[in-house]
């Protein structure tokens, strides 16, 4: 059974820090990218960062969220983690792990929601000010 499940969420003052953890089971971690992505209340899921397949030496972020986050992934634990410094209210929202199979078009893609096939339920991070 695949399954993706965030932890490590929850509520903290702006500035503060947080790690997101995903652990992932069910299916061949090491052959899929990963990706975090987030919802906001009353906006649409929008793209976080994300890390390439094997060795994750492909990395990408959202220009919001540059300089702050840090997505990387243990896949020997079969883990990709989402250090967050920095945050502030608008980093308010439920934050989604993904993975997606590997293949070239995940490059140019990687910010899209279909490039991944896999999803877990989500982490509830609150910034207050």
């Known amino acids: 059974q695949v399954q993706l499940v965030e932890s490590g969420g929850g509520l903290v003052q702006a500035g503060a820090s947080l790690r997101l953890s995903c652990a992932a089971s069910?299916?061949?971690?090491?052959?899929?990218?990963a990706g975090w992505f987030r919802q906001a209340p009353g906006k649409e899921r929008e793209f976080v960062a994300a890390?390439?397949?094997?060795?994750?030496?492909?990395?990408y972020y959202a220009d919001l969220v540059k300089g702050r986050f840090t997505i990387s992934r243990d896949n020997s634990k079969m883990t990709v983690l989402l250090q967050m410094n920095s945050l502030n209210v608008e980093d308010t929202a439920v934050y989604y792990c993904?993975?997606?199979?590997?293949?070239?078009?995940?490059?140019?893609?990687?910010?899209?929601?279909?490039?991944?096939?896999?999803w877990g339920q989500g982490t509830q991070v609150t910034v207050s000010s």
């Open positions: 069910g299916f061949s971690f090491g052959a899929y990218a």
């Open positions: 890390i390439s397949w094997g060795n994750g030496e492909s990395l």
């Open positions: 993904a993975a997606g199979r590997a293949s070239a078009l995940w490059y140019r893609n990687y910010g899209r929601e279909s490039s991944y096939d896999f």
